[in-house]
């Protein structure tokens, strides 16, 4: 809505940006342009690279392809330990971009052998228009479209935009308003209501958790995030624990310790989830998929690569249970 000043109230994402002519909101690429708010970097990628799905990490989501991936620059958080703060702190015009239509997409994901795209690396839900439209290109070219998120949007434009989806990945970054409000200036209800809305619209959902020394590692938020997870969307919901390493403005942190990520792991199976994985770190059977049911090793994967892959038709050739995914 207009405002006596010529400013318009973005209704994108929670913190409704007041954006006056010529300004942008706090993600930095939706714009108040000659009294329309627009995305301006719309066609304008500053990543476009070709990466395994595992590295998303997808895993449950067409294992072992490759998939299309791409990004602008821009993002409504403002995390202190984003890994991507170059782009996604980064203004219009800071980063080189590549010219790429939506049309474009499809033709270039098929190009590279890639049956599915990916909107990731910064926040494809702030360069909305750019995301929904290629989404849209690539599903009627038969290509599958994935977006990894935080999630932080309002209601309608998540509903929206799930109907072009294929899967999500969502980070919940933490149990916790306060560790949402202290390290990502956002906060904490609008993620968990993307997550159900993307659970109650079919998609293929995974989630992941950094885990942060002394910041969001309590036995006490953990069980809390699993507990919820499992209320809310479902045991076989993948639940991948990342390792922290210091970076951006969070450098005085050590890296989580292996053995905290070990122990999250042990509480999210005891609560009962049924696929939980380790990231960021190597370790065995941190990467590896097992059967809901009877307990057998289905895939085993190793540096966002799978060497293994004992699936028959998305289910186990033992007790014949489905695997909770999407497998071709």
């Avoid at 072992?64 to 409504?76: K, P, Y």
């Avoid at 935009?161 to 202290?182: N, P, Q, T």
Wanted: glycine share 6%.
């Amino acid at each position: 809505m207009k405002t006596t000043e010529q400013a318009l109230r973005c209704e994108l994402c929670p913190k409704s940006c007041l954006i006056r002519l010529g300004q942008s909101g706090q993600c930095r690429i939706r714009m108040n342009v000659n009294g329309e708010i627009k995305a301006v970097t719309y066609g304008q990628p500053c990543s476009v690279h070709v990466d395994p799905v595992e590295k998303k990490p997808f895993f449950h989501f067409l294992p072992g392809t490759s998939i299309f991936s791409l990004a602008t620059v821009g993002c409504n958080l403002h995390c202190q330990n984003c890994q991507n703060w170059e782009i996604s702190q980064g203004e219009p015009g800071e980063s080189p971009a590549y010219e790429l239509p939506p049309e474009q997409v499809p033709v270039e994901a098929k190009r590279q052998h890639c049956p599915s795209v990916a909107y990731t690396y910064t926040e494809p839900l702030v360069f909305y228009e750019y995301t929904r439209d290629c989404a849209r290109a690539c599903k009627a070219a038969g290509l599958r479209n994935a977006i990894v998120t935080a999630g932080y949007i309002n209601p309608g434009p998540m509903k929206e935009i799930c109907g072009v989806l294929d899967a999500a990945h969502l980070d919940i970054k933490a149990m916790s308003d306060k560790f949402y409000r202290e390290v990502c200036d956002a906060s904490l209800a609008p993620v968990l209501k993307s997550v159900e809305i993307i659970k109650a619209a079919g998609l293929h959902l995974e989630l992941s958790n950094l885990v942060v020394p002394t910041l969001n590692d309590s036995d006490e938020m953990l069980r809390d995030l699993v507990r919820w997870i499992v209320a809310h969307v479902g045991v076989e919901t993948p639940l991948h624990f990342l390792r922290f390493f210091p970076q951006y403005r969070m450098t005085h942190l050590p890296p989580t310790p292996p053995e905290t990520l070990l122990r999250a792991r042990d509480l999210a199976r005891a609560e009962g989830l049924k696929h939980v994985y380790v990231g960021n770190l190597d370790v065995p059977e941190g990467e590896d998929t097992f059967c809901a049911g009877c307990g057998k090793k289905l895939i085993q994967r190793q540096q966002h690569g799978v060497v293994v892959n004992f699936l028959r038709n998305g289910a186990c050739p033992d007790c014949k249970r489905a695997l909770a995914g999407v497998w071709q």
